[in-house]
Each structure stands twice: as C-alpha cells, then as structure tokens.
C-alpha cells in the first residue's frame, strides 16, 4: 500500500500527526503515566518524539550516508518540560520542509530495508501515529486513526521487522512454522505472517488464507494490536484459532 500513496501525502500526514499529538499531549497532562509505554510519562514520551522528528531531519537534510548519532544533535529541548508541546509542534515544519526538498528518492541511511529519504516521511509518518495514540490512551481516550494510515502502518511494520533492532534478535524464536492472519473488517485490508519453519524470520503477504490464529476488527484496532499497544482479547477484536500466539507475537516483535 505505501507504494500507492505518494511522498507528499506522507509529509502531510506526518505534519498533521505531530500537530495532532502535541495537542492532545497538552490536554492529557505531562505527567500522567503512559500506559502502553511503560515507566514513561507523556512528557517523556512527547521528549522522545521530537528527538526522533529532529533526528530523521538532520539524516534527510544532510543527505547522510551513515548513522547519525542523536546524542550528538543539539535538539533545542526547553528547560521545562511545559514547553514540551510547542516544542514537539515546532519540529513538523523543519521535517517537512526537509522530506519535500528531498523527495522520495533521495539515498539516505535509514535503519529499514529502503535506505532513502521515502522511507523516511512514511515512517515518521507511522511513528508519531502510534504516539499519537500512547498519549490518547494515557488521556483515557480512544485512539482514531484513519483506516487508509492504519493500513499502511500495518505494511510499514511488517516491512520494517527484519532490520529493527529489537525485533531482528527476537524473529527467530517465534514459533516456528506458525501463521498469523489479520482481517480488518472497516477497510480492504488482508494480512498472512508466516513465521519460517526453520527459525529464519517471518514473511508476510496480502490477502486471505487460512492461518494459525486470526484476528479480526477495525483497521484501527489491528494497528494497534500490531504495535503492542492492545493485546489480541481486546474486545473490538475477535480471535480465532490458538490465542497464545498472539501475546508471544506481541512480545517478540515489540519495537
């Protein structure tokens, strides 16, 4: 799905989630406790999204070709964490603007399969969706996210497993031989995860086929799932097939 949709709506959507979360971020309160992060507050979950929005522009706008350090950058945080918001916001213009100037064909490192400054505006993109919702759950709130951007976020995630550098070390400890099927029920949206009989990581495919364990529910819901964010007896879900596959799923692939 994501090489249907091009680099600007990527930039767009991406810019309209940071504005979107630094918003929601200010309502729930800086320090209310992150329940699908945990230990973290929205403070610092709302800190470590911006380093992460000034990190992908620094690589995209420099054009590096290797790993930049965000140790090394000098991010602009406030002295207060008050400031966190206005702050987190401000950072969507200089991304954006880096992203465009690019275009997405620009070689760039990336920690994902594609090394070029598209892969950067989808996942900056996927990334500030998910913490979008971190901070609405900590509000109490039901996350909402588009299904067309819940469907890709799906792919992107799927995409990028092999290369993540928590899951990459985890892939091959799943359950060898096992299937997963992921059926949204608001969107055309069809997902096969096989996980290799031998150990050697997992593979996925559009489409409908039968599987070890399936889960269905709104495009949305099987985002978050995805992310680790609602386990598989969430209520908006059904699961059919063996259920302890996915809490071992979820635990393995944990970004």
Not at 10 to 18: D, G, K, L, Q, S
Not at 114 to 130: D, F, I
Not at 182 to 188: K, S
Not at 231 to 255: I, N, Y
């Amino acid at each position: 799905m994501g090489d249907a949709l091009d680099h600007e709506w990527f930039c767009e959507r991406a810019e309209a989630e940071i504005a979107r979360m630094a918003s929601v971020a200010s309502g729930a309160g800086l320090s209310a406790v992150v329940p699908t992060c945990p230990g973290w507050t929205v403070a610092r979950l709302v800190k470590h999204t911006g380093i992460i929005h000034r990190w992908a522009t620094e690589i995209v706008a420099t054009r590096a070709a290797a790993r930049i350090e965000q140790r090394d950058l000098d991010v602009g945080l406030p002295d207060s964490e008050a400031g966190y918001p206005s702050w987190l916001a401000a950072g969507a213009a200089p991304l954006g603007a880096a992203l465009r100037a690019a275009g997405p064909d620009t070689p760039v490192w990336a920690w994902g399969p594609a090394q070029s400054s598209g892969w950067w505006a989808r996942r900056m993109l996927h990334e500030t969706t998910v913490h979008r919702a971190d901070v609405e759950l900590a509000a109490g709130l039901v996350p909402d996210v588009d299904p067309v951007v819940a469907a890709d976020g799906i792919e992107e995630f799927l995409a990028n497993l092999p290369t993540a550098r928590r899951p990459s070390e985890h892939l091959g400890s799943l359950p060898a031989g096992a299937s997963l099927h992921l059926h949204a029920t608001d969107a055309d949206g069809e997902w096969l995860i096989r996980i290799a009989a031998d150990g050697g990581g997992v593979e996925w495919s559009r489409g409908h086929s039968k599987a070890t364990t399936a889960v269905r529910g709104p495009v949305a819901e099987l985002l978050l799932f995805t992310y680790g964010r609602v386990p598989g007896s969430d209520p908006r879900l059904t699961v059919f097939g063996d259920p302890a596959l996915l809490e071992v799923w979820q635990e393995k692939t944990a970004l």
